[in-house]
């Protein structure tokens, strides 16, 4: 069983920063595939970044140059970087960890869920 803590979300305007951590509980951490997940107001929850257990990341092409997904498995925590942030980038942000070997693109794929933190971008 995996525990995860998501934090540092809040709002800030068009155009500034935040870093979003997700810190986990257990010893096995670093096997984990490791993914960031959004979801806004009337829309489904999707994919934003992940991260595999080599390191190997992966961005959704709206954020890629923007967001930047890390892992420290000495801490057992999975960072967000989120530059140059736009309103539409609004959302509750997830953290979420696959222990198997379905598709890192897809809510489906993940075993364990954080309870997400608030994100908004004012214009």
């Known amino acids: 069983q995996v525990q995860l803590v998501e934090s540092g979300g809040g709002l800030v305007q068009a155009g500034g920063s935040l870093r979003l951590s997700c810190a986990a509980s257990?010893?096995?951490?670093?096997?984990?595939?490791m993914g960031w997940f959004r979801q806004a107001p009337g829309k489904e929850r999707e994919f934003v970044a992940a991260?595999?257990?080599?390191?190997?990341?992966y961005h959704v092409n709206s954020v890629k140059g923007r967001f930047t997904i890390s892992r420290d498995n000495a801490k057992n925590t999975v960072y967000l970087q989120m530059n140059s942030l736009k309103p539409e980038d609004t959302a509750v942000y997830y953290c979420?960890?696959?222990?198997?070997?379905?598709?890192?693109?897809?809510?489906?794929?993940?075993?364990?869920w954080g309870q997400g933190t608030q994100v908004t971008v004012s214009s």
């Open positions: 979420a960890a696959r222990d198997s070997g379905r598709s890192i693109f897809d809510t489906k794929g993940y075993d364990y």
């Open positions: 257990g010893r096995t951490f670093s096997r984990y595939v």
């Open positions: 991260v595999t257990s080599g390191g190997t990341k």
